[in-house]
């Protein structure tokens, strides 16, 4: 089974800094999907940004982008710029392409907020 | 656009009570997901569907039956409710690569 681990669960950034988030994850498959959501105080899950294993090139969204390292099994997030609206939890997700149900596997989280 | 709803959005039980939440997806979605949130501990799926008719367990199933009758709802029911299954709940339908998620529903049991 699939496992993913974010180590941080806290961490802090002023306004207009950036910030790595950090995601390791295990797993024996050699492609499969990962994600980073974020969590508002709302609850709602937001996809952030999302990484196709196959793809050498990190993936970028604005001013969120990954360092995805296959090898290393490493997938951070970074955010630029980081804004008041960027304070929330953030998860790592893993999805197998194995099987059907294309389940999401999730890390604990890490909290993130921003000061001014 | 409702996207997927979750109903109620809160829920205080006793011990032992019963429940259903109800996930609805107007999406057309084939695939449906009913996961739970604590705190440290993520989101871990409890029972999934791939469609109409169909259901499968996740994770963490114990304690909780699904019912996937038809295609927009997949309903997840707590026959016995006991303390340890305070949480969020959360449901997800999924098209193609990306998961959308209900709002949560947050379930106390006293």
């Known amino acids: 089974a699939q496992t993913v681990t974010q180590s941080q669960p806290e961490m802090s950034v002023q306004e207009a800094e950036t910030v790595t988030l950090s995601c390791t994850y295990d797993?024996?498959?050699?492609?499969?999907?990962l994600f980073w959501y974020k969590q508002p105080p709302s609850r709602q899950m937001i996809l952030v940004i999302r990484?196709?294993?196959?793809?050498?090139q990190n993936a970028t969204e604005n001013r969120f982008s990954v360092n995805f390292q296959k090898a290393a099994k490493s997938f951070s997030l970074k955010i630029s710029d980081s804004q008041l609206g960027d304070a929330a939890m953030y998860f790592c997700?893993?999805?197998?392409?194995?099987?059907?149900?294309?389940?999401?596997?999730f890390g604990t989280g890490t909290r993130l907020q921003v000061t001014l | 656009n409702a996207g997927v709803t979750q109903t109620p959005k809160f829920r205080v039980l006793k011990t032992g009570q019963s429940m259903t939440l109800l996930c609805a997806q107007d999406?057309?979605?084939?695939?449906m997901y009913w996961y739970r949130q604590d705190p440290g501990m993520g989101l871990r799926l409890i029972h999934y569907?791939?469609?109409?008719?169909?259901?499968a367990k996740g994770e963490v199933p114990d304690g909780y039956n699904v019912s996937r009758l038809k295609k927009q709802n997949f309903l997840l029911g707590l026959e016995s409710a006991a303390p340890s299954q305070t949480s969020v709940y959360f449901c997800?339908?999924?098209?193609?690569?990306?998961?959308?998620f209900g709002e949560g529903s947050r379930l106390t049991v006293l």
């Open positions: 999406m057309n979605h084939e695939y």
């Open positions: 569907s791939v469609g109409e008719g169909t259901t």
């Open positions: 797993t024996s498959e050699s492609d499969y999907y």
């Open positions: 997800a339908s999924r098209e193609r690569g990306e998961l959308f």
């Open positions: 990484q196709e294993a196959y793809k050498q």
């Open positions: 997700a893993y999805r197998s392409l194995s099987g059907t149900a294309s389940k999401l596997t």
